[in-house]
């Protein structure tokens, strides 16, 4: 019995500890589809931004190019047009610069700066891209030095966590057999009073 307890305890543990490294490895390759997802969408924005400048050019023969005073030159002919306009440049600028932050950064760094960027979203423009990504993300094997690194203190959270979870139960286990034991003997008592 002690031979399967104790080849069970060490395939938990070396199980957690594969998944949580494993798991701990797509950091860096999770970040960089995030950051490239980020500039394709702005990008994107930016370029029907620029499609709206030109085509209210054309109506209105608004000569600005900076974007605020463009916004403040259409707010006079379209109010709303200029509001939905100043709306896109500011979810564009949010991710232009969110991407920005994550492309300069170290990239041993990349993976946390991008995890406290997508959680400063008050407007939510980048949680839809989050969901997105993690909806078509595919597990990748990375071998950059960041993915080692992350991967290696994957391998030792999920060493850690599998040796609190197996010493919780084993002294849950002990308090069982404890009380049982204490219920064995008080029955074995009763049944047989020393006199």
Not at 6 to 24: K, Q
Not at 172 to 193: C, F, I, K, N, S
Request: net charge positive; hydrophobic share 45%.
């Amino acid at each position: 019995m002690t031979l399967i307890r104790r080849w069970l305890s060490e395939s938990i543990s070396i199980a957690l500890a594969l998944l949580f490294a494993v798991f701990a490895m797509q950091a860096p390759a999770f970040t960089r589809e995030y950051a490239a997802a980020l500039l394709q969408v702005a990008q994107d924005a930016r370029r029907d931004i620029e499609q709206r400048k030109a085509s209210a050019r054309q109506f209105y023969g608004i000569k600005t190019v900076e974007d605020d005073r463009f916004v403040a030159a259409l707010q006079s002919f379209e109010p709303s047009n200029a509001e939905t306009l100043s709306l896109s440049l500011r979810r564009t600028q949010t991710l232009q610069s969110a991407y920005d932050r994550i492309a300069s950064a170290p990239p041993l760094s990349r993976p946390l700066i991008a995890v406290r960027d997508a959680f400063d979203d008050d407007h939510g423009y980048k949680a839809t891209i989050l969901r997105t990504l993690v909806g078509t993300y595919n597990a990748q094997l990375d071998f950059s030095i960041a993915a080692a690194v992350y991967g290696f203190a994957g391998l030792l959270t999920g060493s850690l966590l599998a040796q609190l979870v197996l010493s919780t139960c084993a002294a849950m286990g002990r308090r069982l057999t404890g009380r049982r034991r204490g219920r064995l003997d008080v029955a074995a008592a009763q049944r047989h009073p020393r006199v």
